[in-house]
């Protein structure tokens, strides 16, 4: 048997295991897509082109903060080709897939990420215990990698405020301290840390094979929203779901499970 796991999937099992079912076994997914990820999403796309040397669109927040990007993050020295894909052999019978959002000229990977939150301390706390980016190691072989990290602006439209007054303000906000607001970091893992997370992949993998119940997180539920939630507590595989369809695995999901 084959298994292919990315590391949102892995994510999403060590979460719940309900939100696993439904997302990964059942292959549901929202209609709907967030504000933050459209933005998210488009900020991506952006950072792309720029490391491809081509022009990006300056459009909305997302734009705002790609120049935010463009003009205090060093990423000319890197020499990064972007959007990566991959897939590589854990053990036998078992792969993991995904995409890299660079790779440096020195196979180092490159990851980029935005957070809502004002300061960024315990943005960079967390990455002690990151998965995705000791997963991103693993596939590169390297114990390095690259890490940049903005802020969402934090101020709002004002009443009687145009869209490109407000803009206006986003680039001045960027403007004043950016180093609180955009980081460049260098994450490192040793061998054994990288030893000990295909380990654990190789693990969570047999485990994920053999389970038969998923069980839900209440934990998980009370601390971030879950965009499944609509559906946890009565889903039924018989029903047609309102705001959600099938996922077709060969398009819209890396990975099989």
């Not at 950016?178 to 992949?201: A, D, G, N, W, Y």
């Not at 997180?217 to 705001?243: F, H, M, R, V």
């Amino acid at each position: 048997m084959i298994t292919e796991l990315s590391a949102t999937m892995i994510s999403s099992y060590k979460r719940c295991y309900r939100r696993f079912y439904l997302e990964y076994v059942e292959d549901l997914k929202p209609l709907a897509s967030s504000e933050a990820l459209s933005i998210g999403s488009s900020y991506h796309e952006n950072l792309e082109n720029i490391l491809k040397g081509q022009e990006f669109n300056h459009d909305g927040l997302a734009g705002k903060m790609a120049e935010a990007f463009q003009k205090y993050v060093d990423y000319t020295s890197w020499q990064a080709a972007p959007e990566q894909d991959f897939k590589i052999r854990l053990a036998r019978g078992l792969y993991l897939k995904g995409r890299l959002d660079a790779v440096t000229q020195d196979g180092f990977p490159v990851e980029h990420k935005t957070t809502g939150n004002a300061g960024l301390e315990k943005y960079i706390d967390h990455l002690a215990y990151d998965d995705q980016i000791a997963l991103y190691m693993l596939v590169t072989g390297k114990e390095r990698a690259i890490y940049t990290v903005i802020q969402k602006p934090t101020i709002r439209l004002k009443k009687d405020e145009s869209e490109e007054e407000y803009l206006e303000r986003v680039s001045q906000w960027y403007d004043t301290e950016p180093e609180k607001k955009i980081l460049t970091l260098s994450v490192v893992r040793t061998k054994s840390e990288l030893e000990e997370k295909r380990q654990e992949i190789i693990y969570l993998a047999k485990e994920m094979r053999h389970r038969k119940l998923y069980y839900r997180n209440p934990t998980a539920c009370t601390i971030t929203s879950c965009p499944y939630a609509s559906i946890c507590l009565n889903y039924e595989p018989d029903i047609q779901l309102t705001g959600f369809y099938k996922k077709e695995r060969k398009s819209d999901e890396l990975c099989r499970f």
